[in-house]
């Protein structure tokens, strides 16, 4: 990433660090979960369906809330934004902690996918508002936060997730406070301006143009194998809690290196089309391998790394290409998009465990597999509506928030 200037990353005010901090815990939550779904599905006597549904209301609401955080924030301003959804991830994380049965579980996962929308949505440009050494020293310094959250969030779930189902959230709940005290304290309320307010309705809007639609229906395709791979790969894996998370911690830790470096360095060779039409059918490789292996540990987990190296890829690109794809306002287009995109990743999950269950383990990769197929078939298709995206490469800031949106 090149900078809008000089300046050491690490010589930042302590309000930067704050957010940097808040920012490396929520993007933990994407991982967290996964190494204690069968501690959950055991100890609290739920079907594997039914854990992950843990996966379904988080990433609904998510996708549902992307709707309206351009709305939310536009008017209360980023300080209180970050604010709110600090203090929902710490209030639904603690109330998961503590259920006694995984349908509350469920419903406080809902909540805390809420809480996540609204920081992520807002912390990108408290960052580069914040920070000191330029554009480029903030977004260094954010890309990096990211791709720590979302390489130990797993890893921390596992260890936490060895002691008791419990721990990944209580852990959360307690990080994230502290997040919320830093900000409250270090960050002052005049230091980000509100931006326009933008109308309710716009994300809705914005997918009539044809070639966000294009994508958006790409990306729900494409979401469909991509947590099927996360969410349903633990319960063949057959790990403990600390093996699935070091399992995943090689997914989340590929996924980060390839965002953050190997996508920026495709894209200005190659054109977003291509690299995007590349990048899908190896996946879809990758996904049906995953089910031809299925009764192999080994497989399985060279499946998931392998998995997150290209999805790596996938979630910048695809997300650089929306911001292309129209002249909406960049928050608009991401919005529009992230939702569809969530929406296909709620129903994925669920679906895995009840194609296991009725005909074999294998399925839910072969469906993966196909899905992401379909969704290389829509981008071939719609080449000619989506031959804008093939544009002058990114500046580091439109790069930086594919990054965090893809990755969210």
Known sequence: MSGGSTGSILHQPRKVWAVAFACVVAFM????????????AADLEASPTEAELLFTSYLLVTGLAMLVTSFISSRIGA?????????????????????????????????????????????????VGAASGGTGSAIILYEAALGLGIAIGPLLGGLLGSISWRGPFFGTA?????????????????????????????????????ALALLAATAFLYNVGFFILLAYTPFPLGFTAIGIGFTFFGWGLGLALTSVWVAPALTARFRRTTVIST??????????????????????????????????VLNTVLTESVMEATDLPRSVASSAYSAVRFIGGAVAPPLATVLAASIDASTPYFVAGAAVLAATLVTL????????????????????????????
């Open 29 to 40: 939550g994407i991982g967290l979960v996964d190494p204690i779904l069968p501690s959950i």
């Open 79 to 127: 300080k209180k934004t970050l604010l709110w959804g600090l203090g929902l991830i710490v209030v639904f994380a603690a109330l998961a902690a503590v259920s006694g049965n995984v349908e509350a579980v469920i419903g406080f996962r809902a909540g805390w996918g809420l809480g996540n929308a609204l920081f992520i949505s807002t912390a990108l440009a408290t960052i």
């Open 174 to 210: 307690v990080l994230m406070a502290v997040g919320f005290v830093a900000i409250v304290v270090l960050l002052r309320t005049d230091e980000q301006d509100k931006p326009e307010p933008m109308p309710l309705s716009a994300p809705v809007r914005a997918l009539r143009h044809p």
């Open 279 to 312: 990048a899908l059918p190896l996946l879809a490789l990758d996904l049906v391998a995953a089910g031809l292996f299925v009764s192999s540990q080994v497989a399985l987990v060279i499946a998931v790394v392998v998995g997150g190296l290209i999805l790596g």
């Open 381 to 408: 298709f719609g080449a000619k509506a989506l031959g804008r995206v093939n544009g002058a490469p990114e500046s580091a800031l439109v790069e930086a928030e594919a990054i965090s949106i893809g990755d969210a």
